[in-house]
């Protein structure tokens, strides 16, 4: 299993950024040729106290490597990459990880 995880810091505006993500970007995400699976996870608190790092933690679920790599080329990701970029640059972080 390949998985692209975006890391979201908290943004400025909590329900702005929660309406957009859910309305308009997670729809594009959804249009990924070969995405299995997305996992919304909302970071409720740190262990360590305090404010947590991160906001949101999203998992995007791929079978392997070759369906990766080719969602990662497809013209529906780019749109998606392309919304990501105009409402949350500033606040994002992308990861490739395998699970295992």
Same mark, same amino acid.
């Given at each position: 299993m390949k998985k692209l995880?975006? &890391?979201? /810091?908290?943004p400025a505006?909590v329900?702005?950024?929660?309406?957009?993500y859910n309305?308009?970007?997670?729809p &594009?995400?959804?249009?990924?040729?070969?995405?299995?699976?997305?996992?919304?996870n /909302?970071?409720t608190a740190s262990?360590m106290g305090g404010e947590?790092?991160?906001?949101?933690?999203v998992?995007?679920?791929y079978?392997?490597?070759?369906?990766f790599?080719?969602?990662m080329k497809?013209?529906?990701?780019?749109?998606?990459?392309?919304? &990501?970029?105009?409402f949350? /640059?500033?606040i994002?972080?992308?990861?490739?990880?395998?699970?295992g």
């Amino acid at each position: 299993m390949k998985k692209l995880i975006a &890391l979201y /810091r908290k943004p400025a505006d909590v329900e702005a950024f929660l309406t957009h993500y859910n309305e308009v970007h997670l729809p &594009l995400v959804a249009k990924t040729p070969g995405l299995l699976r997305t996992v919304v996870n /909302r970071v409720t608190a740190s262990p360590m106290g305090g404010e947590p790092a991160f906001f949101m933690i999203v998992e995007m679920h791929y079978a392997d490597e070759a369906s990766f790599d080719t969602a990662m080329k497809s013209p529906e990701n780019r749109a998606a990459g392309k919304d &990501l970029m105009s409402f949350a /640059r500033d606040i994002v972080t992308l990861l490739v990880a395998e699970e295992g």
